[in-house]
């Protein structure tokens, strides 16, 4: 029987040519990524800009062996945001479609090597049918402990911290919480990401130097890494680089040098 083609085997403790410059020993627990560029990528080679997110499709297959190889345990992903809505109808169905398509394809190879996947964000607007599939993949996929991929998908952070404070607000009146046990780590536990740890790493391809809604309290000390390459062009090496550069970094958390 074939193996399967997604996933490398990781070194163990992920790559060594990682171990660098900080001393850790350790790549990243959490990368997330903003995969931004798609359509700029088809624009410069005169393509559609569906042919742009196919191709970014590919690069998330390649995300996801670089994590994994890497050692890495979470990876987060901006696939759409709540303010891509206001694309064109045709993209978005596009968008849709092409989001169906992995969930069909690539879900059970993903459980077959190990990796949770989750889908996080608002899905009262997607189709019943997208939602469907995504409940499938999670129920499917979730015992699954090598990497826990996070798909972001009509997402947006200011939603996010809303809800949960709307919810920590109910559980304040429900007699669940009381006042004086509130802080940082239980309001994080209100978050779509609960049970996550926060992002050690974010990086965003295409050049943009901004964050986009994505993450904001999660990403309160994540180091950020902009990589000019639009996403589809973005291969598993730009990952271990990324990577690389994450790891000689001195991360102080607002503590003096």
């Known amino acids: 029987m074939s193996q399967p083609r997604l996933i490398a085997e990781p070194a163990a403790g992920g790559d060594p040519a990682l171990r660098v410059a900080n001393g850790a020993g350790r790549p990243p627990r959490h ?17 559609p800009r569906t042919v742009g997110h196919n191709s970014g499709a590919e690069a998330v297959r390649q995300a996801v062996k670089g994590a994994v190889a890497c050692g890495v345990e979470y990876l ?35 459980h077959q090597n190990g990796v949770r996947v989750q889908i996080i964000g608002d899905r009262s607007r997607l189709g019943a049918d997208v939602v469907k599939l995504i409940e499938a993949a999670e129920v499917r996929t979730a015992a699954n402990q090598r990497l ?18 709307k919810r920590m607000a109910d559980a304040l009146q429900q007699g669940d919480l009381k006042l004086e046990d509130v802080d940082e780590e239980r309001f994080g536990g209100f978050l779509l990401t609960a049970g996550m740890p926060d992002p050690d790493l974010l990086i965003r391809t295409s050049g943009e130097k901004r964050i986009s809604n994505f ?6 000390y994540a180091e950020f890494i902009f990589v ?25 958390y607002g503590a003096a040098e």
């Not at 993450?215 to 309160?220: D, F, G, K």
């Not at 291969?235 to 271990?240: A, H, N, W």
Request: hydrophobic content about 45%; overall charge neutral; some cysteine.
């Open 228 to 252: 000019d390459k639009h996403w589809p062009d973005f291969g598993q090496d730009d990952l271990k680089s990324a990577i690389t550069e994450f790891l000689g970094r001195s991360r102080r």
């Open 148 to 165: 826990t991929l996070t798909i972001a998908l009509s997402y947006g952070a200011r939603a996010e911290i809303l809800l949960a404070a």
């Open 76 to 110: 987060t992903l901006f696939g759409f945001s709540s303010e891509n809505w206001k694309r064109p109808a045709a993209e978005i169905d596009d968008l849709m479609g092409l989001l169906k398509l992995y969930l069909r394809r690539e879900i059970e190879e993903l």
């Open 31 to 47: 990368v997330a990524i903003i995969m931004d560029g798609n359509g700029r990528w088809a624009r410069a080679r005169g393509l």
């Open 215 to 220: 993450l904001l309290w999660q990403c309160a």
